[in-house]
């Protein structure tokens, strides 16, 4: 079947990666990329050169159109805790008026797929976390407009397929990172790299002893056009995907150290409610994504990103986060 799809925060760190992986296929007729360039640039986007692919620049929540597509696909949120704290509210809206209005764009019988996060486990009290674990997280604290409303959104499309029979797919992502995060994303692995190559300084929060697990974007899109995709499937989600090599943040900024001499880390201040460890319980995601596994290493992908922000540090203004 030709599928035309909508795919929303398409211009963004992740969603460009999709966007590049769904126009190598030959079912797609159509692709609209939705963004609003709050977080997502049209560099990301400057390369592709495919009469199927069409930028609109609007937000998820008031996006309006005669088109109904196939696909949707919602990734039309800031990932990066400094960029949602900024501008909460509108965090919410992105996420969760961003599925209520786009739902309506769907065909009959058409999907929507919603990119979740491992921060609705808040800070979680046990390691690995399975889809099973319910979460430890603050309804009121400050990472709590992009939990909840993740949270909210997973339920609302929940709702959806129960009340309506809507086909839904969610995935649940740990930390990402890779080539096109921006320079002032502020995320760990990019702020470090992006410090190492300008001030010199990377700074970790608390004593960098919080741990992640941190998955290569080459890794993730990969499984979410697995998951997106596949027809027959009896699991709609929640799934998680992600690296379930746990490291520390300490660990990220020393190895960065060594690959760029010269560079030293500083301690600043914990950051208040930072998840003290995230990794995921990857059984159910081997089981329903046979094949897939992230496989590329920590050590090539940040050098990788390293390669990657170089080129982008002679070539532009912004800073990485201080
Ligand atoms: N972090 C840090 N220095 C930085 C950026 C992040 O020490 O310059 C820490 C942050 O406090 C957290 C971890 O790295 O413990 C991962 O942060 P990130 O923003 O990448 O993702 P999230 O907190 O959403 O997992």
Known sequence: MQRRILIAGGAGFLGSHLVDRLLRRHDVEKIVILDNLWTGTRG????????????????????????RFDEILHLASPASPPWYMRDPIRVIQANVHGALNLRNLLKPGGR????STSEVYGDPLISPQPESYRGSVDCTGPRSSYDESKRCTESLLFECNRV???????????????PRTRIDDGRAVSN????????GVLTVYGDGRQSRSWGYVDDIADALERFFWRDHIDYIGPLNIGNDREIAVVDV?????????????????????????????LTLARKVLPGWSASIPYETG?????????????????????
């Not at 495919?50 to 609007?58: I, L, Q, T």
């Not at 929507?112 to 990119?115: A, D, G, H, P």
């Not at 470090?192 to 001030?199: E, K, N, R, V, Y």
């Open 112 to 115: 929507f797929c919603f990119t």
């Open 164 to 178: 309506y029979g809507m086909d839904i797919r969610i995935v649940r992502l740990f930390n990402v990172y890779g």
């Open 192 to 199: 470090f790299i992006g410090q190492a190559l300008t001030s």
């Open 253 to 281: 900024a020393e190895y960065i150290t060594k690959l760029v001499p010269g560079t030293r880390i500083e301690y600043l201040p914990p950051v208040p409610q930072d998840p003290t460890n995230r990794c995921p319980d």
């Open 44 to 67: 990301n986007l400057a390369h592709i050169d495919d009469k199927r692919a069409a930028f609109v620049e609007g937000s998820a929540e008031s996006f309006a159109t005669d088109e």
């Open 302 to 322: 940040v050098r990788e990103t390293l390669e990657w922000f170089k080129h982008i540090v002679r070539t532009s203004e912004a800073v990485p986060l201080a």
